[in-house]
């Protein structure tokens, strides 16, 4: 496939892959907004991410908690050291359905999920590379929220294809994010 054609081609499946999780959202508009960035520990690597989240209808008391979910799309820009010296860049497209676990009355959470996200081109620095585009996404963070709809959370996202293709070394990626629900 042509280079050119292969983000709006990702970006397609990626939307029909939402379908079915934006059957538990309330509606089509974002209930909340995020920017993140932080280091990845190996090759340089840094990331800018801004998404989306859309709240699902299911609720679940737990613990003396309660679980929510929520579907997530985030758009990253990474920059890695290139192979032989400088700078490689790279995009990312993810989608991710997150759980979240909050104590009753508290103000952290604690959220998990597993996702898909496909990178623009081939992860590859003068130490790793990753075989394939697509990867699994997994994120564990844990928040606070900050009062008058914003929350602010430690985030740790891991990029890796599961073994399907090798190498698989895996992409490791910690953010502080910064969140707004409308």
């Not at 999780?21 to 909340?32: S, V």
Request: with cysteine; aromatic share 12%.
């Amino acid at each position: 496939m042509p280079r050119s054609a292969r983000i709006p081609c990702l970006a397609a499946v990626l939307l029909a892959g939402a379908l079915p999780l934006a059957a538990f959202a309330q509606d089509w508009r974002p209930a909340t907004v995020f920017v993140q960035g932080g280091p990845g520990p190996k090759d340089g690597l840094k990331a800018v991410t801004v998404g989306a989240q859309w709240p699902w209808v299911w609720r679940s008391e737990f613990a003396g908690g309660e679980f929510t979910g929520a579907t997530e799309v985030f758009l990253s820009g990474w920059r890695a050291d290139a192979p032989g010296g400088g700078h490689r860049t790279y995009a990312q497209l993810g989608l991710v359905p997150m759980f979240r676990w909050r104590p009753a009355q508290a103000p952290w959470f604690v959220e998990a999920g597993i996702g898909l996200s496909v990178l623009d081109k081939q992860y590859v620095t003068a130490n790793r590379v990753q075989s394939s585009e697509w990867n699994f996404s997994d994120n564990l963070a844990l928040g606070y929220d900050i009062g008058k709809g914003s929350e602010v959370s430690l985030r740790w996202q891991h990029s890796s294809n599961g073994g399907a293709r090798k190498p698989n070394p895996g992409i490791n990626l910690y953010a502080v994010r910064y969140a707004v629900k409308f």
